[in-house]
Nanobody, 126 residues
Framework: VQLIESGGGLVQAGGSLRLSCAASGYPLDMYAVGWFRQIPGKDRGAVACIGSYTSATYYADSVKGRFTISRDNDKKMVYLQMNNLKPEDTATYYC????????????????????WGQGTQVTVSS
């Protein structure tokens, strides 16, 4: 399973970016998808996650009110809209999905996800 992230880049504080996650040959609409981020020397942590059919969502406290995760099941894409970006949002962002459908449960830990993209860098300047 190949996940491909896009949309990262350099932006000034207060600006916006939209990350996209696409899956090659995989029914991304059937599984939960998470966006995670990591900076060197730190553990990878969840930013936002979205369920499959129920579209339940989870947001890390640090991004609530600024980031929005969404999916377009027709296009089998998942997005992370990031507004009012802050320098502390600087990180490599990864999308991930699962190998098995889990009803009534939205995974938020990295070890609960099976397939990962290569990451896209987001840099927010002050």
């Amino acid at each position: 399973v190949q996940l491909i992230e896009s949309g990262g880049g350099l932006v000034q504080a207060g600006g916006s970016l939209r990350l996209s996650c696409a899956a090659s040959g995989y029914p991304l609409d059937m599984y939960a998808v998470g966006w995670f981020r990591q900076i060197p020397g730190k553990d990878r942590g969840a930013v936002a996650c979205i369920g499959s059919y129920t579209s339940a969502t989870y947001y890390a406290d640090s991004v609530k009110g600024r980031f929005t995760i969404s999916r377009d099941n027709d296009k089998k894409m998942v997005y992370l809209q990031m507004n009012n970006l802050k320098p502390e949002d600087t990180a490599t962002y990864y999308c991930a999905t699962q190998a098995n459908y889990k009803a009534n449960y939205l995974a938020t830990r990295p070890d609960e996800y099976d397939y990962w993209g290569q990451g896209t860098q987001v840099t927010v300047s002050s």
